[in-house]
């Protein structure tokens, strides 16, 4: 198979903004699938609301695109229904852990059979740029002038908690490792979590100063490294995978 | 199927109906082979084929078919 085969060609260009961050995670994603060999009949994609859920609609397999927050509640009916479908939900930090916080904690403890890919550009983005749960501290947004007050939510840390997890952290510069962690959550059989550390340029972005999506994605090559050294819960500026099969260590 | 493709060198396929010239493939080259000429990409011929900016751009609008060696 060949990635082009996962996408719906009639409906491109994307309706994302330029050097949009949610555009590599898509490729990336289609690339991914096709090494893996997965027909476009055994699998489904699940979105929420945002601009990451438009993805459901490019994708040339069978897709719903949910209502807001309620990606996850969906995509569980999906694979109880039919369990030998894969179900891969495609949303936002906005749309996952913000207004669906709730369905997260309960998705993660039931161990559903998914793979979540959460593209996290802490903010909400399509709605003019507000202070979500994941804006880090000190940040401007539309709703925070000053910067934001509180710490972000720790995602990791939701997954993790329970015993049996898969909690992997990207970045949209860390191409090589984000399509590693998309193969292996998709093969992964439980709930497996990917954190893709993006961007918002347009609604986030211009207020911290910078001025294109690339000079974006260039900082986050400054700020995030691979972890290195041996398993372990990741810091807050370190890209790897989490894991663990439900054994008592 | 994907709309045709303006060929910029030997084997770089510019999409100028999907490119939104936000520049992360001149950005992310590190030869620094492309560059904007009046709005159109232009390759200066240093290409290495290293498949960044295939992997990097969002929309699709660059592709690069390696030459068999």
Not at chain 1, 75 to 97: C, M, Q, T, Y
Not at chain 1, 210 to 223: Q, R
Not at chain 2, 10 to 34: E, G, M
Request: hydrophobic letters at 40%.
């Amino acid at each position: 198979m060949n990635f082009k085969d996962y996408i719906k060609w009639d409906r491109m260009p994307t309706t994302w903004c330029p050097g949009c961050a949610i555009g590599t995670v898509f490729k990336q994603t289609a690339f991914a699938l096709a090494e893996l060999r997965l027909s476009p009949e055994e699998m489904t994609v699940v979105s929420g609301i945002g601009c990451s859920g438009r993805a459901a609609g490019y994708f040339n397999v069978d897709s719903v695109h949910s209502t807001h927050g309620r990606a996850l509640p969906v995509a569980e009916g999906i694979k109880r229904a039919n369990p030998r479908l894969k179900v891969v939900v495609f949303s936002g930090d906005g749309d996952l852990v913000g207004i669906g916080g709730n369905h997260l904690l309960h998705a993660a403890r039931r161990d559903v059979d998914l793979a979540v890919i959460c593209i996290n550009n802490a903010t909400y983005g399509m709605t003019g740029g507000q202070m979500a749960p994941t804006t880090p501290a000190g940040a401007k947004t539309l709703t925070s002038p000053h910067g934001s007050a509180y710490a972000p939510i720790n995602i990791q840390g939701i997954v993790t908690s329970n015993r049996r997890h898969w909690f992997a952290r990207a970045s949209t510069f860390h191409i090589v490792h984000l399509q590693k962690a998309i193969r292996e959550a998709v093969e992964w059989p439980g709930f497996a979590f990917i954190e893709v550390m993006g961007f918002c340029i347009e609604n986030c972005g211009r207020r911290l100063g910078f001025l294109s999506g690339h000079e974006m994605l260039i900082k986050l090559k400054t700020d995030f490294k691979l972890k290195a050294g041996p398993e372990g819960p990741l810091g807050e500026f370190e890209l790897g995978v989490v894991k663990n099969d439900g054994q008592i260590s | 199927m994907a709309k045709p493709g303006k060929t910029i060198d030997a084997h770089i396929l510019w999409t100028p109906d999907y490119c939104k010239h936000c520049s992360t493939c001149i950005t992310i080259c590190p030869v620094k082979n492309l560059e904007f000429r009046d709005d159109e990409m232009t390759s200066l011929g240093k290409c290495t084929q290293c498949l960044l900016c295939t992997k990097y751009c969002p929309d699709f609008a660059i592709e690069v078919e390696p030459k068999e060696k």
